[in-house]
């Protein structure tokens, strides 16, 4: 439950915080509120509203609400090209990715929307090479393993699994020849768990994932989400043993980071939009 409090000495009854916050009921005309401490998510709305800094909460460090900038103000199109130019790395340099690019990623994931506000997201990184190559070749033997498991005499497959036999197979037959066709060489992996029950884990872990690919872009570096590894994870937790993912967390989501080594010279195309407007 969060502590709330209003200094009346310097509060206007402005009544933004109540405007902005369901947990927050001005009564009328008066600097008088109430408050529903219970629900309180910590958003922090009502601290980085007031225009005269007269809210506390106790579980907030107000330290950590710096004035918003001046200049925010990315036009639509350099937003919708940034957005446009994020294209999944597969061919990465051999340069490591420093530690600090790798902490900034982990800083502006946090920045997620998340359900409840609960940022129930955890971050493992691997920026360890090795690790990541052992890892890829323990899910390439995972895919191998399915592939023979599947393509065994009298098996029949739904066709949704059926598309996804080359990939099992081509994992599998790249692994034999020494080559990683998982996680590319990338030199760093960043995995993304939480909770396995929480109704939003999912979301939050995918839109925490979000910030990272798209603040790796600022920096110049390349990510791919990998669902292999994820899928094979979830079915086989030795493949991740050394990551020590709590019991009763899951991975949701992962993602390798390396300098690119394509520079693409175009935009792409998307199918178009599958829309209904009511
Ligand atoms: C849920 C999900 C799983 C993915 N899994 C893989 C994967 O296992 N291997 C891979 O190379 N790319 C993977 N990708 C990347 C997609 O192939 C890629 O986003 C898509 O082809 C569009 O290309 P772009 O990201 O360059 O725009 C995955 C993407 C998502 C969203």
Known sequence: MA??????????ACGTCATACPAIFMIEGKKVRTFDEEHCTLCGHCLALCPVDAINIQEL????FPDLPQDLSISPDTLAAFLRSRRSCRVFAAKE??????ERLIDMARYAP??????????????????????AQR????????????????VSLPP????????FRLNWEYYQAGKDR?????????????????????????LAMAHIMLQAHTLGLGTCINGYFTTAAERD???????????????????????PVLKFRKLVQRKPPSVRWL
């Open 114 to 135: 998340s359900g409840h506000n609960s940022q129930n997201f955890e971050f493992i990184v691997v920026n360890n090479r090795e690790m990541v190559r052992t890892l």
């Open 3 to 12: 502590r709330i409090q209003v200094n009346p000495e310097t509060c206007t």
């Open 160 to 167: 949704w699994l059926q598309a996804h036999m080359r990939g």
């Open 97 to 102: 990715v420093p530690q600090e690019a790798l």
């Open 61 to 64: 460090d107000s330290k950590e």
């Open 139 to 154: 899910t390439a033997v995972f895919y191998g393993n399915l592939y023979k498991l599947l393509s065994a005499p009298g």
């Open 237 to 259: 937790p030795s493949i991740v043993k050394e990551l020590e993912v709590p019991k009763e967390n899951k991975i949701f989501t992962c993602c390798t980071v390396g300098y």
């Open 182 to 206: 998982i996680f590319r060489n990338a030199p760093a992996l960043i995995v993304i768990h939480a909770l396995a029950e929480n109704t939003s884990s999912a979301q939050n872990c995918h």
